[in-house]
């Protein structure tokens, strides 16, 4: 090979970036592979790091009249730890010392119980009609079958869900950690990271401005719709829970919060079975009556009023987005996915959106052009 074709290749070889682009695909397949097993923590960090940055900005310029960036993010991070997650471990906390008082009750009262007939441990008055109709309901194998089964089932249940417990330890700590250093420094960089990620999108201006502002709106539209939303019915719940006279109002009405911001789910699964246990255990048909009708007519109903309001008006998105982007979620990510389906799905089809703009003819239409859905 002649002088001449050797620098032509060098030449060449100088100025082609496929050196480049592929030496950043090793290291970023390697950042990945870093980051990976942190990705849900870190997710948590950035959501928490989004919503209380107000929070941040405050503390930052009204308290310490923008000095001290480390001490602001630091007393946002742990007022976020004391009203987030540590309130999460005590229900946590709550929930398995009344799973263990449960199976205290039901390892007590199951032997009692099993050397007497099913009619008289279901002497209900609320069921003697049925009884009275269909004597010889509770004569059939299958009851004396399933009471001798039960016992069983329920140790089983509680050894299972104690190793889960205390296997599940060491990673919640370690993930609380996780997200308690995301969180300080996501608040403080935050604006240097997004400016960051705004420099390297493979977009023009307007569709930078474009993709984050839609970005913004989702997420502000999901904590309002699903947050809110599940905090006003879970308040409400947990009040009519305590006027009906039923205990633990604060842990079911924590236990509503959670389900309301499941679809098809939410706080008529707490609702229903209080009143049950009032109408047929407590033998107070007043009292169930109330209950039931709090919580379908008032509680329930919130939610059909505020969710739509604050998510598809709001984040200006098509309902079937939010719709498939909350169900895709819960299944691919569990309950993040309530926040990263939505927004990611919205992402998505709004980088769909400007590509289908750029294979239109110039001056045919432009990034602010609204979007099919």
């Known amino acids: 090979m002649s002088d001449s074709s050797n620098e032509r290749v060098t030449y060449k070889l100088r100025n082609s970036s496929v050196p480049f682009v592929a030496l950043l695909v090793f290291l970023v397949a390697l950042g990945l592979r870093v980051v990976w097993p942190l990705a849900s923590a870190l997710a948590w960090a950035a959501m928490l790091s989004f919503f209380s940055y107000p929070l941040y900005k405050f503390i930052h310029v009204r308290l310490f009249r923008g000095r001290c960036s480390y001490a602001a993010s630091a007393i946002n991070a742990a007022l976020l730890l004391f009203l987030l997650v540590l309130p ?193 255990v407590m033998g107070d048909g007043k009292s169930a009556v109330i209950l039931l009708a709090w919580g379908m007519l008032i509680v329930s109903s919130i939610d059909n009023l505020l969710r739509p309001l604050f998510i598809y008006e709001g984040s200006k998105t098509h309902v079937l987005l939010v719709f498939m982007g909350i169900l895709g979620g819960l299944r691919a990510w569990g309950f993040l996915g309530l926040f990263l389906g939505p927004l990611v799905l919205s992402a998505t089809y709004f980088m769909l959106h400007l590509y289908r703009i750029m294979m239109q003819e110039p001056g045919e239409a432009s990034p602010g052009d609204k979007p099919v859905l």
Do not use: C
């Open 88 to 280: 999460v471990i005590w229900a946590g906390v709550a929930a398995t010392r009344e799973l263990a008082r449960l199976y205290q009750f039901l390892a007590d009262w199951l032997p009692a119980a099993g050397g007497k007939p099913l009619r008289s441990i279901l002497s209900i008055p609320q069921l003697d009609w049925l009884f009275s109709r269909f004597p010889n309901l509770l004569d059939l194998p299958l009851w004396s079958d399933l009471m001798s089964s039960v016992p069983g089932v329920i140790a089983s249940f509680m050894t299972d869900m104690s190793r889960a417990l205390l296997g599940n330890a060491f990673n919640l700590g370690f993930n609380l950690l996780v997200v308690t250093v995301g969180t300080f420094f996501l608040t403080r960089d935050g604006e240097l990271i997004l400016s960051f990620v705004h420099d390297i999108l493979p977009l023009s201006g307007d569709g930078k401005d474009a993709f984050f502002l839609r970005a913004k709106r989702m997420l502000y539209a999901i904590f309002y719709g699903i947050i809110m939303t599940a905090g006003i019915q879970a308040t409400l719940g947990g009040l009519g829970w305590w006027f009906v006279g039923l205990p633990n109002p604060v842990i079911f009405g924590a236990l509503m919060f959670m389900l309301a911001m499941l679809p098809f789910v939410g706080t008529p699964m707490v609702i229903l079975p209080g009143a049950a246990y009032l109408f047929f």
